[in-house]
């Protein structure tokens, strides 16, 4: 089972090197790992070229964003299996074997996901993070916990969405997530710890730089999957889904609490 991996990169040269040994230093040995970087003018460029045949494919080229730049990436995967990694993020050690066995014991399971942690700039973890089962309803209503860095998915998945949708600028994860499960593809939860998601100032969840860009996403999926905007009904839909989150997903709570 090979899994393939993605790394776009934009001037985060000070993170890039974790996020890049996090992925060739996994165990797992049917592996490939392409990275992307569409201009960076910081050392990003040396980074990624130091890391030589470790590094299956290296993509230096100008593209029109991240989501863009994924879809270049995932263009030369090879894998059965499918992730990305934000440069700014990392994968914990034994990762790989975590998820492939998860694969092969749920061969229902298109895509699965995985714990982890908040980290801060200097690693330090925060929250521990699990994510719930996505449903159509929840993702619709924001009554859901996604974790990109912990997900990985089967290359059917990919082939039937068609990609990232290069358009979205915020949230390009979610709504590739989103479309795998409209299609009525099953999502599994596996509550061990893969990755970890590190928060900083420059980064898009940190900043809160992109909120309104990111509001305009959400209600763009919302209205090509409803055929209409949101009204109020729906706000109640919301409040509800998300009063009962726990209740619904049992073990979410409990994991919570884990010890770091």
């Not at 964003?65 to 299996?81: C, R, W």
């Not at 330090?124 to 009554?143: F, K, N």
């Amino acid at each position: 089972m090979r899994i393939s991996v993605v790394t776009v990169s934009f001037n985060q040269g000070r993170f890039l090197r974790r996020a890049m040994d996090s992925v060739v230093s996994q165990s797992w040995p049917d592996k490939e790992y392409i990275v992307v970087d569409p201009g960076s003018s910081d050392d990003s460029r040396a980074i990624i070229l130091g890391y030589g045949e470790r590094v299956t494919h290296a993509i230096f080229e100008p593209d029109a964003g991240a989501a863009d730049g994924l879809n270049k990436g995932f263009a030369l995967t090879t894998g059965d299996i499918l992730c990305f990694l934000n440069s700014d993020d990392e994968f914990l050690p034994g990762a790989f074997e975590r998820m492939a066995r998860a694969f092969e014991a749920r061969p229902a399971a298109a895509l699965i996901s995985g714990c982890g942690y908040f980290i801060d700039e200097q690693g330090r973890r925060g929250a521990r993070i699990v994510p719930t089962r996505l449903s159509v309803a929840d993702y619709l209503h924001g009554a859901y916990t996604l974790f990109q860095q912990g997900t990985f998915f089967r290359r059917r998945c990919w082939n039937e969405a068609g990609g990232f949708n290069k358009e979205n600028r915020t949230c390009w994860d979610g709504e590739l997530f989103f479309q795998f499960v409209r299609a009525g593809l099953q999502h599994d939860i596996i509550y061990e710890d893969v990755a970890q998601f590190r928060i900083h100032a420059a980064s898009i969840t940190g900043s809160g730089r992109l909120e309104a860009m990111y509001l305009r996403d959400t209600q763009r999926i919302f209205e090509n999957a409803k055929g209409r905007p949101k009204h109020r009904g729906d706000e109640l839909i919301s409040t509800c889904l998300r009063a009962t989150k726990v209740l619904r997903h049992p073990r979410y709570a409990l994991e919570r609490l884990r010890p770091r």
